[in-house]
């Protein structure tokens, strides 16, 4: 088995996977919080972690994969309320879509999925377990807390100083907490809100103990790879290994993998700054493979920021990938396996070696390029056998192990004549306004705007012109 390298968050360094048990990798994944449709942002972690699980599976590992739901949460019970439904059907809603996003971009399920509130109890007991072992403490009103001083390396995840993080903490005149930074375990519910008990109070799990335990449950004291977004590493993943060296003395995981971020002029793109690029409404017009290789395209500890332009670059190479493939098939319906040669042999060696190294997918598919460069040359020429050995090195081999290229090229359908239409449209209205904006007839230009954004399509003024998103637009569509 070739050796991979990955680099470790904790240690800031590029290291051998090594895992605990020889031959199989435990990863557990941070998931959504499941309280509206999933955004091309969250969709990163999804692609970049389902690709590295089809590549070690590829070189010979079985690999045990959770991804958990965060299905109870403030943010939760604001949209329940909101809708006048329980926090219940908001979750069950969303992670149903989650579900159908999911299978759209061809993410394959996880191992296991738990959602927080069907372990409720597990959490509870490790609550009590933390206080027992001296970690935690209940505040005057039910509240659990963590005791961040008790732990003497607190920080080493983030680099972040327990004195500089209390230095700046904003300090309630109400406060619960011995420490301002402290975080919690358990907290009481307010009047109206979905409670468990529990021995401290009628409430809910705080969110980081949810990952501490679903993940001790389901792959044990100390699992391999930990992995998420960036923005998890302060607080999430720095309070789970607290939590876990305060249960077993032992840190969750042996390695610790995140994605950079989407990011939207500076900021993130996230479900809570509004500023989101619905997944969904990203495959229906850049198409699966586009999605992806815009997914894949840069090192994923990198950010990329989200552009129209980039994602329509990438849905151009998907099409031109599928035409290739489609060319070959329309003479070969059902082609068979070729013999690998040296040149087969090299240039798998060459896709394999780069995703290695720190699962560089950039070099990844620069590869792919090449074979799909070599299998438009040997189809033009009439060198059919070489052909085969390249279609069957992008379609059975290279594709599959990122995850693409597996499905047909999406024909054109009514719903991309209907995105095009919309794309011509709205174009020609930003048009129309950019006119009387040189005229300074600014109240036409402003009324375009906003009947664009009752629309829910956004207009942006950046240097390059005026560029559009259409936002949330399922939720608009209800209203
Ligand atoms: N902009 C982004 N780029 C890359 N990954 C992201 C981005 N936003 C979230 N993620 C990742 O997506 C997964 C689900 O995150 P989460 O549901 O917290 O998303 P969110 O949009 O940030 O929501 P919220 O606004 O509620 O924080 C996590 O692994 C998180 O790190
Ligand atoms: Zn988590």
Redo the contacts with the bound molecule.
């Keep these: 088995m070739s050796k991979v390298y990955i680099t470790d968050t904790l240690t800031k360094e590029k290291v051998p996977l090594e895992p605990i048990e020889p031959g199989i990798v435990k990863m557990y994944v ?4 499941v309280y509206n449709y999933i ?1 091309i ?2 969709a ?2 999804m692609v970049v972690f389902d690709a590295f699980r089809r590549f070690l599976e590829f070189i010979g590992y079985k690999v045990v994969m959770v991804q958990n739901f965060t299905d109870i949460d403030d ?1 939760i019970i604001n949209e329940a309320k909101e809708w006048g439904v329980d926090w219940k059907t908001v979750a069950d809603t969303f992670i149903a879509e989650y579900f159908h996003d999911a299978h759209l971009l061809g993410v394959r399920a996880a191992n296991f999925h738990p959602r927080t509130t069907d372990f409720v109890d597990d959490i509870v007991n490790a609550v009590q377990k933390i206080i027992k072992n001296g970690y935690g403490y209940v505040a005057a009103n039910g509240d659990v807390y963590f005791s961040v001083r008790k732990l003497a390396d607190y920080g080493k995840l983030s680099g972040k100083n327990p004195d500089d993080l209390r230095a700046g903490a904003r300090v309630d005149v109400n406060e619960l907490k011995r420490d301002p930074i402290d975080f919690v375990l358990w907290k009481s519910a307010k009047p109206g809100e979905p409670t468990w008990q529990s021995p401290w109070c009628a409430g809910r799990p705080g969110w980081h103990i949810e990952c501490s335990v679903m993940s001790q449950k389901l792959l044990g004291d100390m699992f391999d790879i930990h992995g ?2 960036e ?2 590493i302060f607080p999430h993943h720095e309070d789970e290994i607290a939590q876990s060296e305060a249960l077993t003395g032992k840190p969750p995981a042996k390695y610790w993998m995140h ?1 950079g ?2 990011i939207v002029r500076g900021d ?5 700054l509004g500023n989101t690029f619905l997944l969904r409404e990203a495959v229906r017009r850049y198409g699966k493979d586009g999605v992806k290789l815009f997914l894949l395209s840069k090192h994923y500890r990198s950010p990329i920021e989200f552009s129209d332009d980039l994602l329509d670059d990438n849905s151009k190479a998907a099409l031109r990938v599928h035409a290739a493939l489609n060319r070959f098939r329309e003479k070969y319906p059902y082609p068979l396996v070729p013999k690998e040669d040296e040149e087969m042999k090299g240039m798998i060696q060459r896709f394999t070696e780069a995703l290695s190294d720190d699962f560089n997918t950039p070099v990844a598919l620069s590869v792919i390029f090449d074979a799909l460069r070599e299998l438009n040359k040997s189809m033009d020429s009439g060198n059919d056998e070489r052909a085969l050995k390249m279609y069957h090195l992008i379609k059975r081999v290279f594709g599959p192990i990122l995850g693409i290229f597996d499905t047909e090229s999406p024909k054109k359908s009514e719903s991309s004549a209907v995105s095009t239409n919309l794309d011509v449209l709205i174009k020609s209205l930003i048009e129309v306004r950019n006119e009387f904006r040189k005229a300074k007839q600014f109240e036409l230009a402003d009324k375009i705007r906003n009947v664009l954004s009752e629309s829910g399509v956004k207009l942006f003024d950046t240097p390059e012109g005026t560029k559009y998103e259409i936002i949330e637009q399922e939720r608009k569509m209800e209203g």
Excluded: E, F, V, W
């Design positions: 941070c998931g959504p919080t955004h942002g969250n990163r972690p943010k998420g977004g923005d998890l994605n971020m989407i993130k793109m996230s479900k809570s």
